[in-house]
């Protein structure tokens, strides 16, 4: 919308760094010229001051990509030029490619997904290591402690393990790190039942998300593999049938929160 100098400047003044994450339009992408567009927008926002820029987000669903379109190499072009324009402005800006949506869905509905690992390996294929500081990553669909990597009552499909869905994303690009730019646990404690389609987190507590984020968060530093870790989410209230983020949120109603200790301590 245009308003990132001020919110790099109020992020700043209270102490803060500030990642955006840029999505354009999904329906002019592929147009001709609209990549070098993109790129110039976010070197503006790199110019302004901005510590770190993902480029795009979850493309390998045709929610954010043309439907039929989603191609792995083609995003590493767009990836390519952002990180020219942003590092021609602003050598100290994190560039993060893109995190993929972890999925398997690939088979039951072509041109509308890639699964997330196909996605990585043809995005290293094309170079994109060459144009990132970090790999994007995302893993929203835990319902086990991140320390184990089996047992999840669905099934043991990688993404629904933190160790594993950080291997999978890592898997073709050695020698770099992950920028977890959503990380977060679902729990319906306090708001009511779940959707259907989220309902595989009906049994997750408060107190579990808490432990959960904080083991992540200790399992994160302590392996080198991971640069940066962002929560989702701090504070959201919408709790609707098509997407209940409240229920990823630390603050909980009434203002508690109980995962800030254990994500606060060393």
Known sequence: DGNFSGLIGEAHNAGFKILFSIVGDKNQVLNPGYFDNYAAYVAQVAGQ??????????????????TGRINAAVYTQLLAKAYSAI???NRTTIVISGSPSPTGAQGAFPGAVVNDDVYYAGMARAGAANYADCIGVHYNEGIVSPA??????????????????????LANFPGKQACFTEIGYLTPEGYGPLPANFGWAARTTVAQQASWLGQAKAAARSSGRVRLFIVFNVDFTYYGADDPQAGYALIRQGGGCPACAALGGS
């Open 148 to 169: 184990q990597t089996s047992g999840d009552p669905r099934d043991n499909y990688p993404t629904r393990y933190y160790a594993t869905m950080l291997n999978r994303a």
């Open 49 to 66: 001051g901005a510590d770190a820029i993902e480029v795009w987000n979850e493309m390998n669903l045709d929610r954010e990509w043309p």
């Open 87 to 89: 590092k021609a402005v």
